[in-house]
């Protein structure tokens, strides 16, 4: 069965450093997405992405942060300049985008994000 | 935006024993309701998912109702094994890119 991959699994990163998460969503899936998850927090939305295009953000997803498709099969989040709040847990998603409102989202493994 | 509170936060039983979730959200047209069960260090799997249109979904030990009026949804899980002991998240779908708020988790411990 697909599943959505995330690279690496654990990064670890002064502040004020650059990050880039990478995520390999399922094939035939168009919606991709990013959320967090700090330690023994619930998760949170960060950005849903389609048609090579940001169609969704949340407050957290501020100017430090962006995405990108650089080409068919990546999506990644990069943070410009890290935080020490920016620890946790980084989960790519993707869905099918075949039924707006109602697709079932897959979760790919995470990436551990630890700040200095 | 949406808002879904979950209770409880933490919930102990004995193995065999039935176990209940609940959830409300604040978003009348949020229409599709996913339960993650993520077990520690793993990703959120997909447990069971419902949408709007059905009250009530069941794949084997595992329940899911909704109450659309009320805004609430249930968790059902019976027969509950030490295999099921994770943390157990609800989440509401609120716009048409599916985007998924959470609610903050349930800690299920199954007692053998």
């Known amino acids: 069965e697909p599943e959505v991959t995330q690279t690496p699994s654990h990064q670890v990163t002064q502040m004020g450093q650059e990050v880039i998460l990478r995520c390999v969503p399922i094939s035939n899936h168009l919606y991709f997405y990013w959320y967090r998850q700090i330690l023994g927090q619930k998760v949170e939305f960060l950005v849903s992405f389609y048609n090579n295009e940001i169609s969704e953000k949340s407050e957290i997803f501020d100017d430090q942060f962006s995405v990108e498709r650089p080409d068919g099969s990546n999506f990644t989040l990069k943070i410009r300049s890290t935080k020490l709040e920016d620890s946790a847990m980084y989960f790519c998603a993707s869905n099918e985008g075949l039924e707006p409102y109602t697709d079932t989202q897959y979760f790919g493994p995470g990436t551990r994000l630890t700040v200095l | ?112």
């Open chain 2, 1 to 112: 935006g949406e808002n879904v509170e979950q209770h409880p936060s933490t919930l102990s039983v004995q193995e065999g024993d039935s176990a209940v979730i609940k959830c409300t959200y604040s978003d009348s047209a949020s229409n599709y309701f996913p339960w993650y069960k993520q077990e520690l260090g793993k990703r959120p799997q997909l447990i069971i998912d419902i949408r709007s249109n059905v009250g009530e979904k069941k794949d084997q030990r595992i329940a899911v109702t909704l109450n659309k009026t009320a805004k609430h949804f249930s968790l059902h899980i019976t027969e509950t094994q030490p295999e099921d002991s994770a943390v157990y998240f609800c989440a509401a779908s609120w716009n048409r890119y599916s985007t998924l708020t959470f609610g903050k988790g349930t800690m299920l411990l199954v007692s053998p």
